[in-house]
Structures are given as structure tokens and as C-alpha cells.
T-cell receptor, first 114, second 114 residues
Framework: AQSVTQLDSQVPVFEEAPVELRCNYS??????LFWYVQYPNQGLQLLLK??????LVKGINGFEAEFNKSQTSFHLRKPSVHISDTAEYFC????????????FGKGTKLSVKP | DAGVTQSPTHLIKTRGQQVTLRCSPK?????VSWYQQALGQGPQFIFQ???????QRGNFPDRFSGHQFPNYSSELNVNALLLGDSALYLC?????????????FGPGTRLTVL
């Protein structure tokens, strides 16, 4: 079955430290990959997406992610986090080419401490 | 430019009742999708509306129904509410139905069923 696994439910880090949020998906011939962020009491905001082309994708707020087909991963990274990055992050994978085939992971709560 | 708006923000209902949630898409968007986000989970696709018709449906029972109006706004109706229907209901709009069309999410309606 198609699935998305976010390996860490919570990630605490100190301000200005680097962070990596991990995401793995079940293998498929064609996938489209997304990272969303959800701040408290708000909807989801798209951080970045991989549709095709370069495997290193840059997004908003200094985040980037790398598509690794052999490891079926799409990890999100930021070299230096801020307090304002505290939020929940969702990895999502589209397996079928239509929006309804978008499957979300369970989310990773990033807590940035001063 | 207003983003995606949803109403109401919060709602409390009792088992067996019916509820209607509303969504206004971002300006210029003609496609609306609805998602259910249970506590501690990622969003799950309910259905998508385009040109006033349901185009795609996730794994949800017929108790969940919807409608799209000529101005592209949409309603989600849930009949015979169950305790398990308690969740955050997210509306997302996009300028088309394709996977490359970015979905913009509203802040959600939190439904509590007692």
C-alpha cells in the first residue's frame, strides 16, 4: 500500500542549529513530493515541492529538500533555525498524478528553543 | 488578495446531528478540495469539486457530501455525526485539478462531536 512515513514525531532543537526532518515514502514509478508547514491554529502552507528535474529543491524560509529515489526519501533541511520555525511539518506524496492521490505523513513537530 | 476562508472556525455538535461547513476559495481558483485532519494525524482527502461536480473522492462514507456553487465556493455536509468525525476540516483551493497546481489551504473548521 502507498504510504508516507515521517520518522520523528517531535524534533527539539536550539535556535541557530541545523535541522533535518525525515520523510520516506513507499516506492512507486511516479511520485510528486511536497512539504507543508502548519503553524498553530492555521492551515497548511506549502514550503516546497518536487515535480521533476533537479533533485535538490529550495523552498521558502530557507528550507530545502533532496529527492533520493534509491532511498525513497525526501528529507527537509534548514542550516540554521529560528524560534519562528516552531510549527508542525507535513511531508506529502502524490502517487497518481491527480490531487486526490495526495497522501500525508503524520507530521513532525519542530520545537526551536532559545 | 484574501486567501482561502472557512466558516465557522469552531463547531460543537452532538451525535446524530448534521453539519455544514463552508469554504471560499482564493481569488482565481476554480477547484476546491476538502480534507479531514484528526488529532495527531496528517490530513486525509475527502473529495474534490471542479465545475460544480465532484471529480474525485477519497475513502469516506456517503454521509460526507458536498457542493460547489457557480462562484466556486463550496460546502461540506456531514450527516448522522459520529464521535469519530471530530476533527479539523481543511479546505484547499487551486487554479486547476492537476498535481502541478499548488493547493492553498484555509485555516480550517474544528468540529467537535459530543
Amino acid at each position: 500500500a502507498q504510504s508516507v512515513t515521517q520518522l520523528d514525531s517531535q524534533v527539539p532543537v536550539f535556535e541557530e542549529a541545523p535541522v533535518e526532518l525525515r520523510c520516506n515514502y513507499s516506492s512507486s514509478v511516479s511520485v510528486y513530493l511536497f512539504w507543508y508547514v502548519q503553524y498553530p491554529n492555521q492551515g497548511l502552507q506549502l514550503l516546497l515541492k518536487y515535480l521533476s528535474g533537479s533533485t535538490l529543491v529550495k523552498g521558502i524560509n530557507g528550507f530545502e529538500a533532496e529527492f533520493n529515489k534509491s532511498q525513497t526519501s525526501f528529507h527537509l533541511r534548514k542550516p540554521s533555525v529560528h524560534i519562528s520555525d516552531t510549527a508542525e511539518y507535513f511531508c506529502a506524496v502524490n502517487y497518481g498524478g491527480s490531487q486526490g492521490n495526495l497522501i500525508f505523513g503524520k507530521g513532525t513537530k519542530l520545537s526551536v528553543k532559545p | 488578495d484574501a486567501g482561502v476562508t472557512q466558516s465557522p472556525t469552531h463547531l460543537i455538535k452532538t451525535r446524530g446531528q448534521q453539519v455544514t461547513l463552508r469554504c471560499s476559495p482564493k481569488s482565481g481558483h476554480d477547484t476546491v478540495s476538502w480534507y479531514q485532519q484528526a488529532l495527531g494525524q496528517g490530513p486525509q482527502f475527502i473529495f474534490q469539486y471542479y465545475e460544480e461536480e465532484e471529480r474525485q473522492r477519497g475513502n469516506f462514507p456517503d454521509r460526507f457530501s458536498g457542493h460547489q456553487f457557480p462562484n466556486y465556493s463550496s460546502e461540506l455536509n456531514v450527516n448522522a455525526l459520529l464521535l469519530g468525525d471530530s476533527a479539523l476540516y481543511l479546505c484547499a483551493s487551486s487554479p486547476g485539478t492537476g498535481v502541478t497546481d499548488t493547493q492553498y489551504f484555509g485555516p480550517g473548521t474544528r468540529l467537535t462531536v459530543l
